[in-house]
């Protein structure tokens, strides 16, 4: 199976620029997404093939990267963005999403 | 507006079944893939079972091969998720969502339906 690998946490002060990254064991072309998962709450999708930003999604969301590298970038960071952020790769078979990295707002 | 509702999940004993519907609404069912996604309590996400648009195709990984069988019934706007031979590890909030190569992700999620199984 196809390992993304995430930072577990990240905390950031409301206002600043924040990157999470993931890099997958093997290359998953653009088919990269990524999802954000607030406490208590099912996934929502935010990005999707490695820099489409979803429908009703706020632009301060990007996203970058191709191949096994890929990074979501929230800029600026607000409370609200407080999360677990989670990537996923549907190029490789079985689909598998990363352990997620945590969002910590100051 | 797009409503994935999950039902059925509850406490079952290990090698017992169970059997995971989600009613859909808010969009042409009987046009999108659809997949079951599941959490385990406070870790991560993993991709169960896909079935096609029309049911023709399915997909399981390969843990729940043969225990799990993923159908739809497209009259009804709904899907379906039939759990065999569960075990502790299948313990997990089980998600009903949308997979479309309009993202090529999974682009609508359900609230969850924890499965517990436990003697």
């Known amino acids: 199976d196809t390992v993304l690998t995430q930072s577990p946490a990240l905390a950031v002060s409301p206002g600043e620029r924040v990157s999470i990254s993931c890099r997958a064991s093997?290359?998953?072309?653009?088919?990269m997404h990524w999802y954000q998962q607030k406490p208590g709450q099912q996934p929502k999708l935010l990005i999707y093939?490695?820099?489409n930003l979803a429908s009703g999604v706020p632009a301060r969301f990007s996203g970058s990267g191709s191949g096994t590298d890929f990074t979501l970038t929230i800029d600026p960071v607000e409370a609200d963005d407080t999360a677990t952020y989670f990537c996923?790769?549907?190029?490789?078979?079985?689909?598998?999403f990363g352990s997620g990295t945590k969002l910590e707002i100051k | 507006e797009v409503q994935l509702v999950e039902s059925g999940g509850g406490l079952v004993q290990p090698g017992r079944s169970m059997k995971l519907s989600c009613a859909a609404s808010?969009?042409?069912?009987?046009?999108?893939?659809m997949a079951w996604v599941r959490q385990a309590p406070k870790k991560g996400l993993e991709w169960v079972a896909y079935?096609?648009?029309?049911?023709?195709?399915?997909y399981y990984r390969d843990p729940v091969k043969g225990r799990f069988t993923i159908s739809r019934d497209n009259a009804k706007s709904t899907l379906y998720l039939q759990m065999d031979s569960l075990r502790s590890e299948d313990t997990a909030t089980y998600y009903c969502?949308?997979?479309?190569?309009?993202?090529?992700?999974?682009?609508?999620w359900g609230q969850g339906t924890l499965v517990t199984v436990s003697s």
């Open positions: 079935i096609s648009y029309d049911g023709g195709s399915t």
């Open positions: 093939k490695a820099s």
């Open positions: 969502t949308i997979y479309t190569t309009d993202y090529w992700g999974f682009a609508y």
């Open positions: 093997e290359g998953v072309n653009s088919y």
């Open positions: 996923q790769q549907s190029w490789n078979d079985p689909f598998t």
């Open positions: 808010g969009f042409t069912f009987s046009n999108y893939g």
